[in-house]
């Protein structure tokens, strides 16, 4: 059902829409003229009111005539006896009383007739509410002609009535000028009374177009050179005046087409049902137009007399039993109507198959806008927020109906909502499945294990969103709510994250527009968070922690019934062209859901028992100079040959040992490949290093690069969960890529090698989160593959960069482009030869909210205005080839597609690439500690002082324990962290991510310092790693972040959790 309402590219619309947005396009430009074909302007159209805009008081009087059973034509003698001076033009100039016309025109109807005439009763009918009705099809004229920005009168020969007021049932509004012969005393065809009107508007005859149904009133303006157009029937009238404007008169209903031949409904048996419903008023042709949308359940607009209805049936044939279940539709929106839920109004449910062969139910018509658009162009940001707040409101109002009291107990089941529906859809999927997409393999696996609990059982419409809503044209206010198929009783947070839906999808999404490349900010539209967080407080409700499931499971969901659609679209049974491009979105779709997933995290780890406690195994290795492995009591966590993943996601694997057979094989290779070619080029490198030749890259790194990669010793550092396909990287967990990146830190050189090392890993990392295919065709892969280097600029040397939210440099929108201006520094890898691109970090928006002012923009290293003024060094060390450079950029252009995920997504960005990015350094750490203690080992063991060796000597031999001692506990937090990132998902790790980032860079600081201790004067020359491993642990306590913010978010996390 919904699968068909998902390419329903319109919904039930008024053209009230096309009217206001045109007036809104008239107030801009100014009043266009329009040209008729003969070459004529025209700036105006009058209109006669009896007869033109409202019946004629002589047709009025001959169905009058008949039911009273007066001689036909009496009234309309006595209307124009005594022409100028008869009772009637006398009353229409206000030279006389209603009482003295009544009088005179009863007088001259019986002499007439010869027979007594209740002149009372015709002129109450001529005047009551009923009659004195203006045309529809005229009110659409007149709206169209004001939206094309021309001016409308009306000029009518009309009385006072017995309040003392004159006759005029119009809105007078939709005339510029109104000119009434009895307050003017002046009646048509008298010439004056047109100038009159003429001068009133400003215009010259020829300007206007004049509209009567009496023959004398259209030739006196004739003669004064009025365009004129004799009125016998208003619809005859308009297509008439159509013609000499040159544009369209009618309001087209929106998104209706003819009858389909096989959706015809029998319009005589139609016709009668609705005039027994409706009453007598209901006479005249019926117009009867099909819905586009609505091919599930039949959808007709029915236009008879002025009612304008919606009847929506079942489709003809057999039918599953709870299929098109129009009856229950019927019902909500009857119970929602009663409960004060905007919705249209249901006017009747006909069960007799026998009127038209299906079952049906009849709405009102009702007029009002629909945006399709969800970002709500051309209005304003403040009317933006107000249309979304509105949409929000009316969404808590249908959570809110008292379902007893509604009546709705029985609408639905009770609880479980969720559970129901991921298995509904789980079903739906498998039924449809034509190949296997790995996200929703994932997702059919992680959906029922993260069930929320849920809160209430509400309505839920099912299908909430922005375009299923009608609003007032001219206020925010939500007249209908509509489409209610879907509806049930469920969990009313499935709502919630379904309406938001379009916050993460792009512009350019084939079948729902969405605003992920947007600039809400600037829009004035609500974020998802904020939209979340409006409906809790609306709903008085404390935020849900699983927001990001519901989402997920939102997202899932559309992914099945895409993949319905495609299958279809195999078998034949569905001819659009959307069906077969919907196979390809079932997999984008399935994609977003999983990342939502991931944020979510993987909270059923979060619920297993405690990791089995185990025997610690130690190793103390650590290059060449150290002893292979000791030999000792190893014990490690068993693994599930079937899953390692999810083995090393069940429980803490401590050491390699217990990592599962492949990750075990792949850290052995990489053991020895350190061994084999790592350790052994360190001094050739180091030398390097130290030559003119520093800032080119080295010939040897490459050469070993080329051999890594040969080996599968390649991008090992991308997350699982953010390559779950293994597209770009090995695969690992963090767990895993932990004990394999502390073997990468044993070598200062080896991160590159394996192209494991800061800050591409952070870069690419976030290209493949956050990337479109475009922007990783072009950055991404060059940096898989090696072959180009990136930096990320961030750093501001006049700001405390720590807190990012500090961050100057602009970034202004100019002509598509992206202009950028800044000071940056500290930036690692810039002037490296081979750095392509700098991920570069500024404010888009200095008046958003504070984590919405910054944008990330991907700048190709080539565009002029970058200037790389000098490198920094660290303790004397600048870090060659890459360097951290001091940069400036002055007017530097980028095309606004270079963009990450859209303005003002900055700070979010920025989080996710420094999530698991972020705790390698601790990894690496660990490994340069190991090394440091390592080499202090066998250093003490060679080296003889006052007659023993130092390792004899009390104080090493405490350093020594002390530095094991601090490493274990660190590499302990740092697999801690990494175990709870891959079990709980990085959200829920902050805490252990915030207290390793705290640890590790001093531990590591303590255990090298003791190591360079050990070594005597030899430990801080460059003849051993231990002086640089020092100047890059120290300096990580502020490149990882200042180690007092580790520290204040640990305060701040412990003390929440005390309170
Ligand atoms: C070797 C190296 C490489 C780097 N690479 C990059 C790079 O590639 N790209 C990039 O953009 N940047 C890089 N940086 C910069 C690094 O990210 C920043 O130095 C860091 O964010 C701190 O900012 P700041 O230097 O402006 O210090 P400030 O923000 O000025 O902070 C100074 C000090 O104030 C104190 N402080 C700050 N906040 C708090 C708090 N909440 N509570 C208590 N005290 C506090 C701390 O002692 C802190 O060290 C690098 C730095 C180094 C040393």
Same mark, same amino acid.
């Given at each position: 059902?919904?699968?068909?309402?998902?390419?329903?590219?319109?919904?039930?619309?008024?053209?009230?829409?096309?009217?206001?947005?045109?007036?809104?396009?008239?107030?801009?430009?100014?009043?266009?003229?329009?040209?008729?074909?003969?070459?004529?302007?025209?700036?105006?159209?009058?209109?006669?009111?009896?007869?033109?805009?409202?019946?004629?008081?002589?047709?009025?009087?001959?169905?009058?005539?008949?039911?009273?059973?007066?001689?036909?034509?009496?009234?309309?003698?006595?209307?124009?006896?005594?022409?100028?001076?008869?009772?009637?033009?006398?009353?229409?100039?206000?030279?006389?009383?209603?009482?003295?016309?009544?009088?005179?025109?009863?007088?001259?109807?019986?002499?007439? &007739?010869?027979?007594?005439?209740?002149?009372?009763?015709?002129?109450?009918?001529?005047?009551?509410?009923?009659?004195?009705?203006?045309?529809?099809?005229?009110?659409?004229?007149?709206?169209?002609?004001?939206?094309?920005?021309?001016?409308?009168?009306?000029?009518?020969?009309?009385?006072?009535?017995?309040?003392?007021?004159?006759?005029?049932?119009?809105?007078?509004?939709?005339?510029?000028?109104?000119?009434?012969?009895?307050?003017?005393?002046?009646?048509?065809?008298?010439?004056?009374?047109?100038?009159?009107?003429?001068?009133?508007?400003?215009?010259?005859?020829?300007?206007?177009?004049?509209?009567?149904?009496?023959?004398?009133?259209?030739?006196?303006?004739?003669?004064?050179?009025?365009?004129?157009?004799?009125?016998?029937?208003?619809?005859? =009238?308009?297509?008439?005046?159509?013609?000499?404007?040159?544009?369209?008169?009618?309001?087209?209903?929106?998104?209706?087409?003819?009858?389909?031949?096989?959706?015809?409904?029998?319009?005589?048996?139609?016709?009668?049902?609705?005039?027994?419903?409706?009453?007598?008023?209901?006479?005249?042709?019926?117009?009867?137009?099909?819905?586009?949308?609505?091919?599930?359940?039949?959808?007709?607009?029915?236009?008879?007399?002025?009612?304008?209805?919606?009847?929506?049936?079942? +489709?003809?044939?057999?039918?599953?039993?709870?299929?098109?279940?129009?009856?229950?539709?019927?019902?909500?929106?009857?119970?929602?109507?009663?409960?004060?839920?905007?919705? $249209?109004?249901?006017?009747?449910?006909?069960?007799?198959?026998?009127?038209?062969?299906?079952?049906?139910?009849?709405?009102?018509?009702?007029?009002?806008?629909?945006?399709?658009?969800?970002?709500? +162009?051309?209005?304003?940001?403040?009317?933006?927020?107000?249309?979304?707040?509105?949409?929000?409101?009316?969404?808590?109002? *249908?959570?809110?109906?008292?379902?007893?009291?509604?009546?709705?107990?029985?609408?639905?089941?009770?609880?479980?909502?969720?559970?129901?529906?991921?298995?509904?859809?789980?079903?739906?999927?498998?039924?449809?499945?034509?190949?296997?997409?790995?996200?929703?393999?994932?997702? *059919?696996?992680?959906?029922?294990?993260?069930?929320?609990?849920?809160?209430?059982?509400?309505?839920?419409?099912?299908?909430?969103?922005?375009?299923?809503?009608?609003?007032?044209?001219?206020?925010?206010?939500?007249?209908?709510?509509?489409?209610?198929?879907?509806?049930?009783?469920?969990?009313?947070?499935?709502?919630? =994250?379904?309406?938001?839906?379009?916050?993460?999808?792009?512009?350019?999404?084939?079948?729902?527009?969405?605003?992920?490349?947007?600039?809400?900010?600037?829009?004035?539209?609500?974020?998802?968070?904020?939209?979340?967080?409006?409906?809790?407080?609306?709903?008085?409700?404390?935020?849900?922690?699983?927001?990001?499931?519901?989402?997920?499971?939102?997202?899932?969901?559309?992914?099945?019934?895409?993949?319905?659609?495609?299958?279809?679209?195999?078998?034949?049974?569905?001819?659009?062209?959307?069906?077969?491009?919907?196979?390809?979105?079932?997999?984008?779709?399935?994609?977003?859901?999983?990342?939502?997933?991931?944020?979510?995290?993987?909270?059923?780890?979060?619920?297993?028992?405690?990791?089995?406690?185990?025997?610690? &195994?130690?190793?103390?290795? !650590?290059?060449?100079?150290?002893?292979?492995?000791?030999?000792?009591?190893?014990?490690?966590?068993?693994?599930?040959?079937?899953? $390692?993943?999810?083995?090393?996601?069940?429980?803490?694997?401590?050491?390699?040992?217990?990592?599962?057979?492949?990750?075990?094989?792949?850290?052995?290779?990489?053991?020895?490949?350190?061994?084999?070619?790592?350790?052994?080029?360190?001094?050739?490198?180091?030398?390097?290093?130290?030559?003119?030749?520093?800032?080119?890259?080295?010939?040897?790194?490459?050469?070993?690069?080329?051999?890594?990669?040969?080996?599968?010793?390649?991008?090992?550092?991308?997350?699982?969960?953010?390559? +779950?396909?293994?597209?770009?990287?090995?695969?690992?967990?963090?767990?895993?890529?932990?004990?394999?990146?502390?073997?990468?830190?044993?070598?200062?050189?080896?991160?590159?090698?394996?192209?494991?090392?800061?800050?591409?890993?952070?870069?690419?990392?976030?290209?493949?989160?956050?990337?479109?295919?475009?922007?990783?065709?072009?950055?991404?892969?060059?940096?898989?593959?090696?072959? !180009?280097?990136?930096?990320?600029?961030?750093?501001?040397?006049?700001?405390?960069?720590?807190?990012?939210?500090?961050?100057?440099?602009?970034?202004?929108?100019?002509?598509?482009?992206?202009?950028?201006?800044?000071?940056?520094?500290?930036?690692?890898?810039?002037?490296?030869?081979?750095?392509?691109?700098?991920?570069?970090?500024?404010?888009?928006?200095?008046?958003?909210?504070?984590?919405?002012?910054? &944008?990330?923009?991907?700048?190709?290293?080539?565009?002029?205005?970058?200037?790389?003024?000098?490198?920094?060094?660290?303790?004397?060390?600048?870090?060659?080839?890459?360097?951290?450079?001091?940069?400036?950029?002055?007017?530097?252009?980028?095309?606004?597609?270079?963009?990450?995920?859209?303005?003002?997504?900055?700070?979010?960005?920025?989080?996710?690439?420094?999530?698991?990015?972020?705790?390698?350094?601790?990894?690496?750490?660990?490994?340069?500690?190991?090394?440091?203690?390592?080499?202090?080992?066998?250093?003490?063991?060679?080296?003889? =002082?006052?007659?023993?060796?130092?390792?004899?000597?009390?104080?090493?031999?405490?350093?020594?324990?002390?530095?094991?001692?601090?490493?274990?506990?660190?590499?302990?937090?740092?697999?801690?962290?990494?175990?709870?990132?891959?079990?709980?998902?990085?959200?829920?790790?902050?805490?252990?991510?915030?207290?390793?980032?705290?640890?590790?860079?001093?531990?590591?600081?303590?255990?090298?310092?003791?190591?360079?201790?050990?070594?005597?004067?030899?430990?801080?020359?460059?003849?051993?790693?231990?002086?640089?491993?020092?100047?890059?642990?120290?300096?990580?306590?502020?490149?990882?972040?200042?180690?007092?913010?580790?520290?204040?978010?640990?305060?701040?996390?412990?003390?929440?959790?005390?309170?």
């Amino acid at each position: 059902m919904c699968i068909r309402r998902l390419f329903q590219s319109s919904r039930l619309q008024w053209a009230w829409r096309a009217a206001f947005l045109q007036h809104i396009q008239c107030r801009h430009q100014g009043a266009p003229r329009w040209t008729h074909s003969g070459g004529g302007t025209y700036r105006a159209v009058i209109f006669d009111m009896g007869g033109v805009l409202i019946p004629s008081p002589g047709r009025v009087a001959a169905e009058w005539e008949v039911q009273n059973q007066i001689p036909s034509g009496t009234i309309l003698k006595a209307l124009i006896s005594g022409g100028e001076k008869g009772p009637w033009m006398t009353f229409m100039r206000g030279e006389i009383t209603t009482e003295d016309f009544l009088q005179a025109f009863g007088r001259l109807c019986s002499e007439i &007739s010869e027979t007594r005439v209740p002149v009372d009763s015709f002129f109450s009918l001529l005047t009551s509410e009923q009659v004195a009705k203006q045309f529809p099809v005229m009110t659409e004229a007149i709206t169209q002609i004001r939206a094309k920005g021309l001016r409308t009168a009306v000029l009518s020969n009309n009385f006072y009535l017995p309040n003392g007021k004159s006759f005029l049932p119009l809105d007078r509004k939709q005339f510029d000028v109104v000119v009434e012969s009895c307050l003017e005393g002046i009646c048509k065809p008298d010439p004056r009374i047109y100038k009159l009107c003429l001068e009133r508007l400003g215009l010259q005859p020829s300007e206007s177009i004049f509209l009567d149904d009496l023959g004398p009133n259209i030739k006196a303006a004739a003669s004064l050179g009025i365009c004129t157009i004799k009125v016998n029937d208003p619809e005859t =009238a308009v297509r008439e005046l159509e013609t000499l404007l040159g544009f369209t008169l009618r309001m087209v209903i929106p998104n209706t087409r003819p009858v389909r031949k096989t959706m015809e409904i029998p319009k005589d048996s139609l016709k009668k049902y609705l005039r027994d419903l409706l009453g007598t008023q209901t006479t005249g042709p019926m117009e009867l137009l099909q819905f586009d949308h609505g091919q599930s359940n039949p959808t007709y607009y029915i236009r008879l007399a002025d009612r304008q209805l919606v009847l929506r049936k079942k +489709p003809p044939g057999t039918l599953l039993p709870s299929a098109h279940a129009v009856e229950r539709e019927f019902r909500i929106m009857r119970a929602l109507a009663n409960a004060g839920v905007p919705v $249209p109004k249901v006017l009747d449910l006909c069960e007799d198959s026998r009127v038209i062969g299906t079952p049906f139910y009849l709405m009102e018509y009702c007029p009002g806008l629909v945006y399709k658009d969800p970002s709500l +162009p051309g209005l304003e940001p403040s009317e933006r927020r107000a249309i979304y707040t509105a949409m929000n409101r009316v969404l808590c109002q *249908i959570h809110s109906v008292d379902l007893k009291a509604a009546g709705l107990e029985d609408y639905g089941k009770h609880g479980d909502y969720i559970p129901r529906q991921v298995q509904t859809w789980i079903k739906q999927y498998r039924a449809s499945e034509t190949s296997s997409i790995p996200a929703m393999e994932r997702l *059919i696996e992680w959906l029922p294990l993260h069930l929320p609990k849920q809160q209430k059982t509400t309505v839920v419409h099912g299908d909430f969103r922005l375009d299923n809503l009608l609003f007032h044209p001219e206020k925010t206010e939500v007249l209908a709510v509509l489409d209610w198929e879907l509806s049930t009783l469920g969990d009313p947070l499935a709502d919630v =994250a379904f309406s938001c839906l379009a916050h993460y999808l792009p512009s350019s999404f084939p079948m729902l527009r969405g605003l992920s490349d947007c600039d809400l900010t600037q829009l004035g539209i609500p974020t998802a968070e904020e939209y979340f967080r409006m409906y809790c407080l609306h709903a008085g409700i404390p935020p849900v922690e699983n927001w990001n499931f519901y989402v997920a499971f939102s997202f899932f969901r559309l992914a099945a019934i895409l993949q319905g659609v495609y299958k279809r679209s195999l078998t034949g049974q569905a001819s659009s062209a959307n069906a077969e491009q919907s196979g390809k979105l079932t997999e984008f779709m399935s994609n977003l859901a999983w990342d939502f997933a991931v944020k979510e995290g993987f909270r059923i780890f979060k619920e297993m028992p405690a990791t089995k406690p185990v025997t610690r &195994s130690y190793h103390t290795w !650590a290059g060449p100079q150290s002893p292979r492995s000791t030999p000792g009591t190893r014990s490690y966590v068993p693994f599930t040959e079937s899953s $390692p993943a999810h083995a090393s996601r069940a429980a803490l694997v401590i050491s390699p040992e217990g990592l599962s057979p492949p990750v075990r094989e792949l850290y052995q290779r990489l053991k020895q490949f350190m061994e084999q070619h790592v350790y052994p080029a360190e001094p050739e490198l180091r030398s390097h290093q130290a030559s003119a030749e520093r800032w080119a890259p080295s010939p040897l790194v490459e050469d070993l690069k080329e051999k890594a990669k040969a080996e599968g010793l390649w991008n090992l550092f991308l997350p699982l969960e953010t390559d +779950p396909e293994k597209k770009y990287g090995a695969g690992l967990t963090n767990v895993e890529y932990a004990h394999l990146c502390e073997l990468m830190g044993m070598s200062l050189y080896a991160p590159e090698i394996f192209n494991c090392s800061a800050p591409d890993t952070g870069n690419m990392e976030l290209l493949v989160r956050y990337g479109t295919e475009e922007q990783k065709a072009h950055w991404l892969i060059p940096l898989l593959e090696g072959k !180009a280097r990136s930096c990320f600029a961030m750093t501001e040397p006049q700001v405390a960069s720590s807190d990012a939210t500090n961050i100057e440099s602009s970034i202004r929108e100019e002509d598509g482009f992206y202009v950028i201006n800044g000071h940056k520094w500290w930036i690692s890898g810039v002037l490296d030869p081979r750095c392509q691109l700098c991920v570069f970090m500024g404010k888009t928006d200095a008046h958003a909210a504070r984590h919405r002012q910054q &944008s990330v923009l991907l700048v190709p290293m080539d565009t002029p205005g970058i200037k790389v003024i000098r490198p920094l060094t660290v303790y004397g060390l600048d870090d060659a080839p890459g360097g951290h450079g001091e940069v400036l950029f002055e007017q530097v252009r980028v095309p606004k597609e270079n963009v990450v995920l859209g303005p003002g997504r900055g700070f979010e960005i920025a989080q996710g690439r420094l999530g698991p990015g972020r705790i390698h350094h601790c990894m690496r750490l660990i490994g340069y500690s190991e090394r440091a203690l390592a080499l202090m080992k066998a250093r003490v063991q060679s080296r003889v =002082a006052f007659g023993k060796p130092l390792v004899e000597q009390g104080t090493l031999r405490a350093d020594i324990a002390q530095s094991r001692v601090e490493i274990e506990q660190a590499r302990l937090l740092v697999l801690k962290a990494a175990h709870v990132m891959d079990v709980a998902g990085n959200k829920a790790a902050a805490f252990d991510i915030a207290m390793i980032k705290m640890v590790a860079p001093s531990v590591a600081c303590r255990v090298i310092d003791r190591a360079i201790q050990a070594f005597g004067a030899a430990g801080l020359s460059s003849d051993y790693p231990l002086a640089q491993f020092f100047a890059w642990a120290r300096a990580l306590r502020f490149a990882d972040g200042p180690d007092e913010v580790h520290r204040a978010a640990v305060a701040k996390m412990e003390l929440k959790h005390c309170i």
